[in-house]
T-cell receptor
Framework: EADIYQTPRYLVIGTGKKITLECSQT?????MYWYQQDPGMELHLIHY???????EKGDLSSESTVSRIRTEHFPLTLESARPSHTSQYLC??????????FGSGTRLTVV | GENVEQHPSTLSVQEGDSAVIKCTYS??????FPWYKQELGKRPQLIID?????GEKKDQRIAVTLNKTAKHFSLHITETQPEDSAVYFC???????????FGAGTTVTVRA
């Protein structure tokens, strides 16, 4: 089924660890986005990409990085996790000027 | 860039009553306005959208209206049911940008 998939669903890690949150979509969308959201709260854009080898930072300052080597894959990496990174991370993709399709999210806890 | 304001931030309604959420946007060039529903612990899901060449759109119990002159759009839910309880986000998409600008969200609670 064409959709957008995020793994892991839940992650608990220690401070200072490097982590990568995976996001893949099978819809052939060029445009992909990462949002940070505390449960039920505002959506904060942290990174976006409009195609392969194109990445930009969003409105929310973040210590994460992203890459877009393949159309379908848009991973987000935290080089050194801190408790302030505890949040939910949502990946989304978009076809042209239609609405976003969101992934199910990764709920990250840094202890 | 585009700025979207959403009101109210919380809304409690009696089951069977109507709920209305309003959003205003700043960029007159915005031409696409989606609404998302996010249930507890779930991903945001697109429930209805409207483009700037249309003034109103309906889908069963939900409807969206757009006033381009005043730069505001609204979501209307009629005959509310407990399953309508969720956080609702409005968004706007400027013509020259592929990013959606989201409102801050409205938590809707339907009382049985």
């Amino acid at each position: 089924e064409a959709d957008i998939y995020q793994t892991p669903r839940y992650l608990v890690i220690g401070t200072g660890k490097k982590i990568t949150l995976e996001c893949s979509q099978t819809m052939g969308h060029d445009k992909m986005y990462w949002y940070q959201q505390d449960p039920g709260m505002e959506l904060h854009l942290i990174h976006y990409s409009y195609g392969v080898n194109s990445t930009e930072k969003g409105d929310l300052s973040s210590e994460s990085t992203v890459s877009r080597i393949r159309t379908e894959h848009f991973p987000l990496t935290l080089e050194s996790a801190r408790p302030s990174h505890t949040s939910q991370y949502l990946c989304a993709s978009r076809r042209d000027r239609d609405g976003y399709t969101f992934g199910s999210g990764t709920r990250l806890t840094v202890v | 860039g585009e700025n979207v304001e959403q009101h109210p931030s919380t809304l409690s309604v009696q089951e069977g009553d109507s709920a209305v959420i309003k959003c205003t946007y700043s960029d007159s060039a915005s031409n696409y306005f989606p609404w998302y529903k996010q249930e507890l612990g779930k991903r945001p899901q697109l429930i209805i959208d409207i483009r700037s060449n249309v003034g109103e759109k309906k889908d069963q119990r939900i409807a969206v209206t757009l006033n381009k002159t005043a730069k505001h759009f609204s979501l209307h839910i009629t005959e509310t049911q407990p399953e309508d309880s969720a956080v609702y986000f409005c968004a706007a998409s400027p013509l020259n940008d592929y990013k959606l600008s989201f409102g801050a969200g409205t938590t809707v609670t339907v009382r049985a």
